[in-house]
C-alpha cells in the first residue's frame, strides 16, 4: 500500500500544477482561491476523518504543532509568489523543488536513515533534473532579491521535515487524516488573517470565481498531503525514497502533461532534465 500512497501523492500534486496552469488561463483571482482551497481542503479531511474531536485536540501537544504549520503553508506561498514576481518563475521552481535535501538529511542525520553511495548518486541526478527541467531562458539571479529563493528553499525543506516529524511522533497515535485536516485548519485561519488583512482598506468581494477555483484545487490539496503522510508512514525507514521520487516524479509528470495539454514545447535542455529524471528515479528505487 505504501508504493500506492506514494503515486497517489504524486498524481494529486500533479493536479494541483495543472490547476495552477489553469488558473492563469481563466485570470482565477489566487490569492482568493488559495483561502478557499484551504478551508476546502479543512472540510474534505474532516469529513473522511472518524475524529471530530477539535475542541478535544485543542489541549493536545500536537494540535498547535499542526497550527503552526499550517501558517508556514501560507506563508511560503507568499514567498513563492513574491520570488516569482521578482526573479522570475524557473529561481522558484528550482529552489523550491530542491529543497527535497533538506528532509533527506533529515532523514540521515536525524531519523538514521541509511542513504547508500547509489541513492545519492539518483538523488544528485535529480536535482540536475529538476534543474533542467526547469529552467526557460536560464536563472535570472538579482542579487537584491536573492533572499527570496533561500526563503523559499529553506521553507520548502523545513515543511517537508515537518511532515516526517509530525508522522513519525504522533502518526500512530493521532492518524494521518487528523494531523492533515488540523494543518490546513491552520492554513485558512491564517489565509483569512491575511484576507482581512489586505482588504481591511481597500474591501474586495469573494469572486465566484475564485470560490469554484478553490474548491477544485481544494480537493486534490488535500489528498496530495494526505497521501504524502501515508506513504511516509509506510516507508517509515525509508522516508528518504519517499521525498526523492515524490518530487521528481511530480515535477516529471507535471512536464509531460503540460506538453500533452497545453502544448508547451520544450527546450533540449528541458528534454535532458527528463532524462534525467526517469534515470534518477530508476536508481532511487533500486538504491532504496
Known sequence: M?????????????????????????????????????????????????????LQ?????????????????????????????????????????MSVVIPILFAYFYANEELSSLFIIGLVLS???????????????????????????MGGGIIDTSLKVLESTYGT????????????????IAGILLFTIRNKRNFKVLEKKSIVAGVV???????????????????????????????IGIVLVSTILSVLIFKEKLSKANKLGLGLALVSIGIIAYAS
Not at 68 to 85: D, H, K, N, P, R
Not at 175 to 187: C, E, Q, R, V, W
Request: with cysteine; proline share 2%.
Open 57 to 97: 485536540h485543542i489541549t493536545t501537544d500536537w494540535f498547535p504543532y499542526c497550527i503552526a504549520l499550517g501558517f508556514f503553508f501560507v506563508a511560503i506561498f507568499f514567498s513563492m509568489a513574491l520570488t516569482t514576481e521578482k526573479m522570475g518563475i524557473s529561481v522558484t521552481a528550482v529552489s523550491g523543488k
Open 173 to 188: 497515535d493521532v492518524g494521518m487524516d487528523t494531523i492533515s485536516y488540523s494543518i490546513f485548519l491552520g492554513a485558512f
Open 127 to 153: 536535482l540536475c533534473s529538476i534543474y533542467f527541467i526547469s529552467i526557460k531562458q536560464g536563472l535570472q539571479l538579482d542579487k537584491k532579491h536573492l533572499l527570496l529563493p533561500i526563503i523559499v528553499f
Open 2 to 54: 505504501a508504493i500506492t500512497y506514494l503515486v497517489l501523492s504524486i498524481v494529486f500534486s500533479t493536479f494541483i500544477n495543472l490547476i495552477f496552469r489553469w488558473f492563469k488561463d481563466y485570470n482565477v483571482n489566487k490569492f482568493q482561491a488559495i483561502v478557499v482551497n484551504y478551508l476546502v481542503c479543512f472540510i474534505v479531511g474532516f469529513s473522511f476523518s472518524n475524529n471530530h474531536a477539535i
Open 217 to 247: 484545487l481544494g480537493v486534490p490539496n488535500y489528498f496530495s498531503i494526505f497521501f504524502l503522510l501515508s506513504a511516509i508512514a509506510g516507508f517509515s525507514k525509508q522516508s528518504a525514497l519517499v521525498f526523492g521520487i515524490n518530487n
